[in-house]
């Protein structure tokens, strides 16, 4: 009896008992340090490996085309990859058609690159927030000093050393486009067929099936789909951080509305049989 009143209470909980449960299955890692497995994905690994086999004498495009409305999904996609090229020394840019996201990956690289000994404008180098259209991106492929003349500190393109031999598009390896819309497109449909530039995406999760055929023909080398994305590049590199730690928050969360959800169907078969009985 005590069991099937237990299992009739289960068909009508209080909401308010069911929020306070997500709290606690929230709050719990905060506390206890809990440990779940992260399966990497290709799309994941073909970023790092790109990443990885980039030559020396080239350079790496961070195009920042997002804003806080992405952030739990593009800060940790953004942020790794800039861990993983100032570890292996991998000269970069920073860019953006969002005002913001080029401000936080500049506050990014200056807080992580003291811990690799890198240095500002000759190691990495921020031009900041620029409009870009269609005829922008063909004008800055063609002469990328031109285009952009100055960085964020207003210091000229010819006093930055690691600005010094680049002309075209030809000297930058990799274009990663960390984006909360189809920006990336534009790269691939303007400049990727004519300068061969490698192409990889941080994208929100609600966009990575319209991109998967780009991986597919190879037109993407690599994408980082949402936290996921963000949390497996951080156990590439073995540098857990916010989207590890936001994928525990959120297993926690998912496997407690799993839970409710059999213990519910459990109770409601249960009363069911017990009736018809």
Not at 4 to 28: C, M, P
Not at 179 to 197: C, E, F, H, M, N
Not at 232 to 244: D, N, V
Request: charged fraction near 20%.
């Amino acid at each position: 009896m005590r069991l099937y009143s237990f299992l009739e209470r289960t068909q009508n909980i209080d909401r308010r008992y069911l929020f306070l449960l997500l709290v606690a299955a929230v709050a719990l890692p905060t506390f206890v340090r809990i440990s779940l497995p992260i399966h990497v994905f290709d799309d994941t690994l073909g970023l790092y490996r790109t990443v990885e086999s980039t030559p020396k004498d080239k350079l790496v495009l961070l195009m920042c085309d997002w804003g806080p409305g992405s952030k739990g999904e593009n800060w940790p996609q953004t942020e790794a990859v800039i861990h993983h090229l100032l570890r292996r020394g991998i000269r970069f840019i920073i860019m953006g058609s969002d005002t913001v996201g080029p401000v936080l990956a500049q506050q990014m690289a200056e807080r992580i690159a003291p811990k690799y000994g890198r240095r500002y404008g000759i190691d990495w180098v921020s031009f900041g927030y620029k409009y870009w259209g269609d005829a922008q991106l063909l004008s800055f492929s063609r002469d990328i000093p031109g285009f952009v003349q100055r960085d964020v500190k207003n210091t000229p393109v010819s006093e930055l050393p690691i600005m010094r031999g680049v002309r075209d598009l030809s000297s930058i390896y990799l274009v990663y486009n960390i984006t909360a819309g189809g920006t990336v497109d534009s790269w691939i449909r303007l400049v990727q067929p004519t300068y061969k530039i490698k192409v990889g995406l941080g994208c929100t999760a609600v966009m990575a099936p319209g991109y998967y055929p780009y991986l597919d023909s190879n037109q993407l080398s690599g994408m980082l789909v949402g936290m996921r994305g963000g949390a497996e590049y951080e156990k590439l590199i073995e540098s857990p951080g916010q989207a590890t730690q936001g994928m525990i928050l959120q297993s926690m969360a998912h496997l407690l509305v799993a839970a409710l959800v059999v213990l519910g169907n459990i109770g409601y078969i249960a009363l069911r049989r017990r009736g018809s009985g």
